[in-house]
């Protein structure tokens, strides 16, 4: 109840006196003019978000659908559409479709190319994650989620020295991001034991509290031996860095890979801990090792 008020709240509007068809919205304690959105539109917004939340991406999905169809000029709808889409697994063109119907009706909209970005990181195609990350930061250079998606991306590109300027940055920018990320460590453990103990949808729930992706919460699995959760896990984005070293840990038969272009510290890991385990030590060896506070990519790298 407390999220679908506040939900309510940040998409509530008043008519502006000089428009009647223009309404001042306050949006994270700024008020900013805009569009006037019908009460329908308002409230499968309100639903869409709540699936989103929960974890019903083809739920979230068909609203978001629809709520293109009730505000077509909405980049919001459009980027989120884009966004279930890409976390779905749904086809790249579809995607794109969404994605590019968002630029075109605002350009400008950095959130809608910070949703962009994260769906490139989530397939391991930096260079568009670089592309959007860019596009937002012209569009909204002080925004916290612009200065993380920089982040993730220099991360990803092996520029750790970037990644802690920015990072260093957006804490002092935002304060709040710090604590999210205390939130998010301490969610690990719950996500973990869930896993352990057999819970998978108390896992997802906690996962979606954490701020973790459904790839993000298949290495986890795969991690701690829960390899048919991992597996169908990782195959809603196949194409993904990280999925990709899924499937081969959780596949005794299949080929040896050593790609890590995009692969986060966790699923490089457990890529390294997999070809250990088979008797690859020494392409192990040739893969760098991974710097992480979490708790779980230090106990895969003490395994042998």
């Known amino acids: 109840m407390r999220r679908l008020i506040a939900l309510s709240l940040l ?34 917004s309100l639903t869409a978000a709540l699936d989103d939340e929960a974890g019903r991406l083809e739920a979230a999905e068909g609203r978001y659908l629809l709520l293109t169809r009730l505000d077509g000029q909405s980049a919001d709808a ?28 605002e350009p400008r909209y950095a959130p809608a190319w910070v949703r962009r970005g994260r769906c490139a990181l989530s397939r391991g195609d930096l260079v568009a994650a670089a592309r959007s990350a860019a596009r937002a930061f012209a569009a909204e250079p002080t925004s ?92 809603l984005t196949p194409d993904a860095p990280d999925a990709r070293i899924v499937a081969y840990a959780v596949d005794e038969a299949a080929a040896p890979t050593t790609s890590i272009d995009g692969a986060s510290p966790l699923a490089l890991a457990l890529l390294r801990d997999t070809l250990r385990r088979r008797g690859l030590g020494d392409a192990a060896a040739l893969l760098p090792a991974p710097t992480s506070d979490d708790a779980l990519v230090r106990a895969l790298e003490l395994r042998r």
Do not use: M
């Open 144 to 235: 916290p989620d612009v200065s993380e998606l920089s982040i993730e991306v220099a991360r990803r590109r092996g520029d750790g020295a970037e990644a802690d300027r920015l990072a260093r940055g957006l804490r002092a920018l935002s304060p709040s991001v710090a604590r999210r990320d205390v939130r998010r460590r301490a969610g690990l453990p719950e996500v973990d034991t869930a896993l352990l103990r057999g819970r998978d949808d108390d896992a997802r729930a906690a996962a979606i509290q954490a701020h973790l992706s459904l790839t993000a919460l298949a290495v986890r699995a795969a991690a701690l031996g829960r390899l048919a959760v991992a597996r169908e896990l990782a195959a």
């Open 78 to 105: 459009w980027s989120r559409l884009g966004s279930a889409r890409c976390r779905r697994g749904v086809a790249q063109a579809a995607v794109d479709d969404a994605f590019d119907h968002a630029a075109r009706v």
């Open 11 to 44: 998409a509530s509007g008043c008519a502006s006196i000089g428009d009647p068809g223009v309404v001042d919205r306050r949006v994270l304690g700024r008020t900013t003019p805009g569009r006037f959105i019908g009460e329908t539109a308002y409230e499968v």
